[in-house]
């Protein structure tokens, strides 16, 4: 499908790439396997989309973030282009049906988690899949030393061999040296093409400042940039009391965080990117998918937990080209409070195999079974009933989600679903007796198919725009369906699942590697030290020290940033004195002079030949003697 300009133009209608994007796009139609490294907003997913396009058969898209997912395979459709997800939370039949559509239909991507990839009804039929390229998003994930390793992605080459998939393509947006070769390694790449865009941003202004009045620094930076700006805080009540003290002073903001529902975050988000709101205060949550150019602030109200998070979160500025600032703000308790995190992040061996059994007492689940459930998760309700305290609780799943024991999910809108409990004859009597409710029926056989055999997804909110009644109404018909035995119905939840995938094990069993806890562990306290190291050193340029800690060990002072400009300050402030100084030896070698005779002679009207004066005498330079100053001569 002619050349990748004319595709780009076609389906996205842009002229140009960006830096880097032909490059990878060449690469791959050539069939190398490829490791492209582009800075957040650099456009990976071009990248992998204009080589499909242009390729008989359908892309694999491995990611970790199921929203992120949704969010590419709905941009595709929108655009034209056929693309499929599967993930965690759909049932058996809505996976299976997405794979054969996947194998049978004019589909171009399937988006996958590394999880689904390792099911069974998938690794059965993958190979009667046309595959043309196997794409690893995030492929930091496979490695140990990345900061946020997924060990699903371990597996991935089996696909690749199961498949004879030919073309592996492999992209991250921040990934250490070290983290690189692992990636290289772990996924198998053959005699790669490694693609490195610099991580350099040359209208981007790193700005660090320490104060105890955060508040009032924030102020400062709202009302002296122009232009949309991102507040990224720790925690979702923070988000929240942060937007409000923002309003109360007259400044256009609203909370994001992943707390609230969709359709509310999707809502915040789109008045964000429309310029209905300027500043959106938000957690980690907010960065999926988001793609705003004229960012012109970045401010890190708290410090994040790696150089990686922040790098990520900090570029989202500036994508236009215009000059931005990333202002990071910090005080000497957020030292205190990121090495204490370490203790909780890394809870002792004999806690996690504590907190694993506790879970499945709570859900009942004796030794040798569960493998394959799934079911909802609330982390503050497990650890109320097990005893336990939800943060410590929460770290110790995820290490052990780390170790591969099971899956938890990010919070997930869980659709409606209804299935008949009858079949066909009785429902149609049921009909005839139940005049009220023949013409709902009939709303739902004809929207939906399936119900009889399938527990299936549905919309009040749809079913209600067509049938011109209210949501309420709606799901007040469905509970009657259910109460009368006539359907099951289950309305949506919003929750995150738990997948378990393997059977409960005993503590003899549960095997937690030491040596692999350890390097965990030191890995996690390098990324909070060098976190730490970023923002309480003042000597060293913010872009080099980001641009080494990646790999760029020979790049230039950016000019931009705070330490740049104090030093720029600190040489005019040299030159400066050094031409005042000189003119006080003039001065004084005319003889003597008083204070008030100099003054008379200078032009100095911050009066900074007061303090060169001091300085000079304790040099040894000028002696004074009385009211008078004078040269030494030796």
């Known amino acids: 499908m002619g050349k990748p300009h004319e595709v780009l133009n076609k389906y996205w209608g842009y002229d140009s790439f960006r830096p880097m994007q032909e490059e990878i796009i060449i690469s791959i139609l050539e069939g190398k396997d490829t490791l492209a490294l582009l800075p957040t907003g650099g456009g990976k997913s071009l990248t992998f989309q204009i080589p499909s396009l242009m390729t008989d058969g359908i892309t694999l898209v491995v990611t970790p973030l199921i929203a992120l997912m949704k969010d590419q395979v709905e941009n595709l459709k929108s655009r034209g282009i056929q693309a499929l997800a599967v993930y965690s939370g759909m049932s058996s039949d809505e996976i299976d049906i997405t794979i054969e559509n996947a194998i049978n239909g004019d589909y171009k991507f399937l988006y996958l988690s590394p999880e689904r990839l390792q099911s069974e009804i998938f690794r059965s039929r993958v190979g009667r899949m046309n595959i043309n390229f196997l794409v690893v998003d995030e492929a930091h994930c496979i490695s140990q030393w990345g900061h946020d390793f997924r060990p699903d992605y371990l597996k991935i080459k089996e696909i690749r061999s199961l498949a004879g998939i030919k073309t592996t393509v492999a992209l991250t947006a921040t990934a250490t040296d070290k983290v690189v070769s692992e990636i290289v390694k772990e996924l198998e790449l053959d005699n790669p093409n490694i693609i490195k865009s610099s991580f350099k941003r040359d209208n981007l202004s790193y700005i660090v400042r320490e104060s105890e009045d955060k508040n009032g620094q924030l102020i400062k930076i709202a009302r002296g940039v122009n232009g949309s700006g991102i507040v990224y805080v720790r925690e979702r009540k923070k988000?929240?009391?942060?937007?409000?003290?923002?309003?109360?002073?007259?400044?256009?903001?609203?909370?994001?965080?992943?707390?609230?529902?969709?359709?509310?975050?999707?809502?915040?988000?789109?008045?964000?990117?429309?310029?209905?709101?300027?500043?959106?205060?938000?957690?980690?949550?907010?960065?999926?998918?988001?793609?705003?150019?004229?960012?012109?602030?970045?401010?890190?109200?708290?410090?994040?937990?790696?150089?990686?998070?922040?790098?990520?979160?900090?570029?989202?500025?500036?994508?236009?080209?215009?000059?931005?600032?990333?202002?990071?703000?910090?005080?000497?308790?957020?030292?205190?409070?990121?090495?204490?995190?370490?203790?909780?992040?890394?809870?002792?061996?004999?806690?996690?195999?504590?907190?694993?059994?506790?879970?499945?007492?709570?859900?009942?689940?004796?030794?040798?079974?569960?493998?394959?459930?799934?079911?909802?998760?609330?982390?503050?309700?497990?650890?109320?009933?097990?005893k336990l305290h939800a943060l410590s609780a929460y770290y110790a799943l995820k290490y052990i989600e780390k170790e591969g024991y099971f899956e938890i999910t990010d919070e997930i809108d869980n659709p409606s679903k209804v299935k008949f409990i009858v079949n066909r004859d009785e429902l149609y009597h049921i009909q005839l007796k139940n005049t009220s409710m023949d013409a709902f029926i009939k709303t739902l056989l004809r929207l939906y198919t399936g119900m009889f055999s399938n527990l299936v997804p549905i919309d009040e909110e749809y079913i209600a725009r067509l049938t011109r009644n209210s949501k309420a109404a709606i799901t007040s018909s469905l509970i009657r369906l259910s109460g009368m035995g006539i359907a099951t119905y289950m309305p949506s939840v919003r929750?995150?699942?738990?997948?378990?995938?393997?059977e409960r094990l005993d503590d003899k069993n549960l095997y937690i590697s030491p040596v692999r806890y350890q390097m965990h562990r030191g890995s996690f306290e390098d990324k909070i030290e060098s976190i730490i190291g970023y923002f309480s050193e003042n000597l060293i340029c913010r872009s080099q020290f980001l641009l080494s800690y990646f790999g760029e060990k020979d790049s230039e002072e950016c000019g931009l940033c705070d330490v740049c400009i104090e030093k720029k300050r600190e040489n005019a402030r040299a030159v400066y004195d050094n031409s005042i100084e000189k003119r006080l030896i003039e001065i004084l070698l005319d003889g003597p002079k008083s204070l008030s005779e100099i003054s008379l002679d200078i032009e100095d009207e911050t009066r900074s030949y007061i303090e060169l004066l001091r300085e000079m005498i304790d040099r040894g330079g000028v002696e004074q003697k009385g009211e008078m100053y004078h040269i030494v001569t030796r």
């Open 239 to 386: 988000a929240e009391e942060l937007a409000l003290f923002l309003e109360a002073q007259g400044l256009n903001a609203q909370a994001y965080h992943a707390g609230m529902s969709s359709s509310v975050r999707s809502a915040k988000q789109d008045d964000w990117k429309n310029g209905n709101c300027r500043i959106i205060v938000a957690t980690n949550a907010f960065g999926m998918g988001i793609d705003k150019s004229d960012v012109r602030f970045v401010c890190h109200f708290d410090p994040p937990e790696s150089v990686e998070a922040y790098f990520q979160e900090a570029g989202r500025a500036g994508r236009d080209g215009n000059k931005s600032f990333a202002v990071l703000l910090w005080n000497r308790s957020d030292i205190g409070r990121l090495r204490k995190i370490l203790a909780t992040t890394f809870p002792s061996p004999d806690y996690i195999r504590d907190v694993y059994q506790k879970l499945f007492i709570y859900y009942g689940i004796a030794y040798g079974a569960g493998k394959g459930q799934v079911m909802k998760f609330n982390l503050t309700d497990f650890a109320m009933k097990s």
């Open 495 to 502: 929750s995150p699942l738990l997948i378990l995938k393997t």
